[in-house]
Each structure stands twice: as structure tokens, then as C-alpha cells.
């Protein structure tokens, strides 16, 4: 076996010249076709995709190549991340990324080699002088993998600019024939202020578009509106011959031909890859509403891809507003929504049953307050426990006034509960009203509620729901320091809101009690404790039982916000391990976080630290491991997360897999057929941190290999070939609990 410890490189020595291109056109990386699987900026965890990923056809060993002139800046090669990466600065200052590569070059493979066994680590980060590597156009680099963190085989690449910040290749030299036209799906409008309402209800609503034509989208209907808003866009991006969905390059927002807000996805600095959270609207993404692109600014936060001094927010004067949004892509392919606002306060109505017969009842809707008729509405029918059957359509309908008329079908009203919403002749939508038709009244007496709280993007709503109906109107009192009631308004059969309020008012509150009265009078009351972050102060919230804390900083949020933990009744099961402690989901789930928080469990007095850490569930993962630290002092467990999580103590004692290695055990190899050391090691509950958790050596001899953690496999390049004699492979990997397994090979080479 040959060791690389005892060899030298000798670099050639390069003269340094001025290099120019020879055109202002990139060629493309990879002789394959151009077809990019992700697009530069969609959004990832806390990140925006800096480049494009490049399609291999799912294969390893494409050769890759020099887009432009330049020399090679710097290498590097890690078991996570990009893996394997050449830095090329090109000849107008540029620099290009090419990422999760499988090898580079000879020279360059010796090279890090060398570097590996100098430092005896996996991991190279070499830079090299300006020009000591030239590069022409077209040179071959190295050849196309899947190291580092990469899902698949393909090729990761960027460009970035003098100051080290990417932009969009696309924009800058690269041509990719595209005659498609963003489509959009939908619109989100969010409530800004706490008076705001939208089509009668205070909590964010979204609307579908339609298309008109090939280019021109509209929504619906006229949509009533009031206070500070702001307008959220789902869409995306073909390119000609894909069949990918993308990210937009840029949309505009305009209000009676004004514009209001304007993002391009050109170019942006690395630091602000946590305002991904803001520029796609955390919540709606959280609550698996889909990829929303906001066309606001909520706070102070502004990343390059916003242009101009405008934020979005809308504010406007009663009555109607032409709204138009523009979406482009790199090519400059335009699609347009257009909309109509009617900006008035939100109306009341009332129903009631005037008459009814074997086939028909007929309901009465009135305008409570509002000197506008009502022309038309829209009545939904719900079963007893709260879900929605059917839409119903009037028979016939009738003004009486200022009132309307309707005649519904009895069979589909019966037994029912009706949501009626009014619509005056301005396009002005009330607030919900409901009853019961026909059926027994639920009693208040027995229902079971259970409460949370709704974060707005500037308020909260405080939330009581049911699966019953009843007449009366409860009433919600929260309690500290000082005491708040609030007459609730209910929004759907059983399910109550506050009106929107300040996230100050809740300084001091301890608990929220349910009020309903009636016949008999009841409270319900709910643990609620929050904690109140201003941006200025470290705070902290302890759960019901005290066993979980939740800390945050002055950073930890982009806005005031109000955080609590809450006691999940019914947790997900640990797979291959036990649940030590109880589970707190930490609260609001939905809100994006600036910096970190801090979360910490006590543990139960019965327990040892062995072989614990503490975890989140993640929706695609399943249980996650946290980096844990611990105190002996205050017996705690405690870790930084970067997303209000369900969080636990769990035990892991089952240590990781080691199988389906090359060699086998008691193989007998040609020194020519056994090219390559590969394996599996997977753990199935903490994970494996990276090579820097495995141990492999080879008759003694530490080797240092890659490891793939997405197909959790070990890759190891035989220098040469090995020489004839018996071998032991000893492997030994060990769990970020700490729970280790070792395993022997013994092969033989002829």
C-alpha cells in the first residue's frame, strides 16, 4: 500500500498575466444539455440557494469545466456542505463556484492529498496566488458528484461578484432559451394593524387568480378591505423544455398605478440569509400553505433583492383601488395580476328565519349599523360538530329595503348550522353570522374548548374553539397583573376570536379564562403565561409544570413577540429510543426567528444523563437530534434552536449500523478490481456528525475518507493499487449521544 505521507508535489511555477474574456458569454459548466433542477434564490432552511443546480442525469463523472478564463482560487473539501469545491476567479473579477464535486483534477487531487496527510484530516481548505493555476475556457476542472450535502448527483454553481456576494447567473452571461411566462396560484393578504379586516375577518386570507389571457391573471371577485395590509404571492417560474417549478426572478406591487414595492432576485450578501424567513412568509409556509413571496416589508429588515424606498404596506383612502401585480423571470417575461380593493370598515348583519315551509325556509338579512343595503350573500351550512357539508344556493331572493330576502332548500338547512355573509352594493362583505337551524342547541354546560393564540404579523388573537354550537356570547378574561375581558366574535360554529390586540397587552398575564354565560354561568380556565420579547431585553417563559424553559434574546425575533410553551397531550413515538421527559411545543410555532433561542429541560431526579440529548420532531425527519449541553447544577438539558420546534428529552442507547461494506469480510480481491473502499453507516435516531463521528483504519493505518450523510455512505479512493497480503479494515462510528460500534474486515489481495 502506498503512503501519501512520503510523497512530494512539486507546483509548475506560472507566469502572471493579465487575463481578459474573450466574449461576455459564460459557456455552460457541463457538456450535458442546460437544464437547471433548482434556480438561484428558492428558499431553503434559513438560506437563500445561492446558484443554480445543474443536471447530471442523476450520474457521477460528467466532466465539468471552466465557464470563462480566470485561475483557480481555491479548493475545498468537506464531508458536508458543498463537499468538494473549486473556486475560479474569472478574468473580469468574478469569481465562479463549482460545488459537489466527485474528483478534481489530477494535480489538484494530489495536492489535497498532500494537504490531507500534512494535517491528517479529511477536510482541505486550500487557497492558491492569483494565477498559479491558470484556467482557459473550457478547461476541464474536475468531474461531477454528489459530495457534501447533496440529495443527488448534480452539479451546485455560482457566480459571485468582486465582494464576495452571489448573483443570479442567468442575469450575468449565462443564456437559457425561456419563452414561458410566471404562473401565479395564489395571493395572500395579510392584516398589518390591528384594525385591519379582510373580506370580514381579521386573520390573514387567501385568494385564488384566474387567468384572462395568456399574460393576464385577475382575482375573482372585489375584495373588502381595511387598515394596513400587505400582499403575499404564490407563483412560479417554467423555463422552456422542463419540467421544474422555480422560483420568480421578481415581482412588482402597484396600487392605482403607483408602485408600492419592488424585489428582483439579482444579487445578495451572504449575511442576509437569515431575511429568507421575511422575504417568504414564514407563517403561510409553516402552516403548509405553500412558498408565499412577500411583497412588503414588515420591519426594518431589507435585503438587496428589495429595490427602492417603498415597503409595501398598504394604506389607502375609502372606496375603490385598481391593485396590479407584475411577476418576471430572466427573461423578462411578464405576467400581470390585476384586482380590485373596496377600503371601508367592516360591516354587521343579522339573520333570521321569516318563514319557512315543507321545501323552503326563507332568512331575512339585515346591515346591523350600515346605511347600504345588502344585494347579495353567501350561506355555508355546517354539521353539529363544526365541520362544513355544503354551500347553499337560494332559490329565490328578494330586496326588502335595505334587507334581502333569500328562500333556501329546508332538507339541506335542517338540523344544520347557517354562516351567512352579507354583500352590500358597494362589494362591501360582513363579518359572519350564524344559527341553528332545526336541531337542538349544543349545552354550553358540556362542551369541551381548548384555546390557543393566532400571531399576527402586528397583533395577536387570542382563540377559543369547540366542536358545538350554541346562542350565547362568551366572553374571554385574561388575568395578572391587571385584568382584560374582551366580548368574543365568533368566526365559524364554535370557534371564537378577540378582536386583534396589541402584543403589550399580554405583559402580566398569567391565565386566560373562558366566561359563557346562560342558564347556568361557566368558566374554563386555560394556562397562559406568555413572555413578551421587545427587542431589547433577554426573556424568558417557563411551562405549566416548570420543567421547560424557553429563553430569548434581543435578536431572537424580527418584531415584538409574545412566546409561551405549551404541553403537547398527544406526542409522536420515539422510534428506537424512550421519551424521558414530557414534550413542549414552544409557541409561536409559525413565527420566523431572527437568532437563535435558547430551550432547556429539567430532568426528572431519577434519571442520568447517559445516553440523553434533547430533540425536535421535524414533519419530514421524525424525531432530531439538538446539539445537547448539560448541567450537573441545575440538572438540565439545553440546546440553541433556530425554529419554535416540539422539543423533548430522549433517550438513544442503540448505537449506529455498519453494513454493506466493500470488501467484504473474508473477500479475496486482484489488486485491480478493488479500486475503491465504500459502506453504509446510518443511525436511525441522533445521527452521525460527519466523518468527524468515524473511525476507519486500515492494517493501522488511519484512512481518511469522505462521507456522504444524505445516503449516509463512506467513500474511500484507493491510491493506486494495494498490495498483495491480508488486510484488516476496522470501522468504528459512534452516535452524537455517544453510543459507538466497532466492526473488523478481514480481506485478502492476490
Known sequence: MISWKTCIIIYPMLFIFPLKSQDTNFIWPVKLGKVVSSNFADPRPRRFHAGLDISTNGKIGHEVIAVDAGYVERIRVSSNGYGKVLYQKLSDGKTAVYAHLDSFTDLLEEIIRVEQNQNNTYDVDKYFRPNELILNKGDRLGLSGDTGSAFGPHLHFEIRDSLNRPINPLLNGFDLDDRHRPKPNRIAILPMSIDAVINGSVLPQIFPVRRISQSVYELPDTIHVFGKLGIALSAIDEITGFAIKYVITGASLSIDNSEKFRIEFDQYNFSQNHLMEITFDNSLRRLNDGDFLRLFLSNKNRSDFVKGNNNGILSMKPGYHSISIRLFDHSQNVTTINGVFYYAPSTKIIAKVVDESESSISVLISPEGNPFPIINFVCYAFNGKGFPER?????????????????LPRNSAEGRVLQFIGINRLGGVSQAFHFQYGSKISDHLTIPFEFRASHLEKSIVLETSSRGFFHQIPKLSLKGTIEKTFTLNQVRPGVFHTPPMNIETLKGIEKAVFLMSGSAEREIHFSFNPGIADGINNVKTLSKDKK?????????????????????????KVKNGRLVSSVYQLQPFDRALQDTARVSIKLKDSESFNNKGLFYYDQKKGWTYLVTSFSLLNQTLSSSIYSLEAVAIIEDTIPPKIYDFTPGSQ????????????????????????????????????????????????????????????????????DQIGNKIEKTIEFSIN
Request: charged fraction near 25%.
Open 548 to 572: 421547560c424553559e424557553l429563553q430569548v434574546t434581543e435578536n431572537t425575533f424580527f418584531d415584538t413577540t409574545s412566546f409561551w410553551i405549551e404541553h403537547v397531550k398527544h406526542p409522536i
Open 667 to 734: 473477500g479475496n480481491y486482484m489488486a485491480e478490481d478493488l479500486l475503491m473502499i465504500t459502506g453504509k453507516i446510518k443511525d436511525d435516531l441522533s445521527g452521525i456528525s460527519g466523518n468527524r463521528g468515524i473511525d476507519i483504519s486500515l492494517n493501522g493505518e488511519k484512512l481518511l475518507f469522505d462521507y456522504q450523510p444524505i445516503k449516509n455512505e463512506v467513500r474511500y479512493k484507493i491510491n493506486g493499487t494495494l498490495d498483495s497480503g491480508s488486510y484488516s479494515l476496522k470501522i468504528s462510528a459512534r
Open 391 to 407: 354551500k347553499l344556493e337560494a332559490i329565490s331572493s328578494r330586496q326588502d329595503g335595505r334587507n334581502l330576502i333569500v328562500e
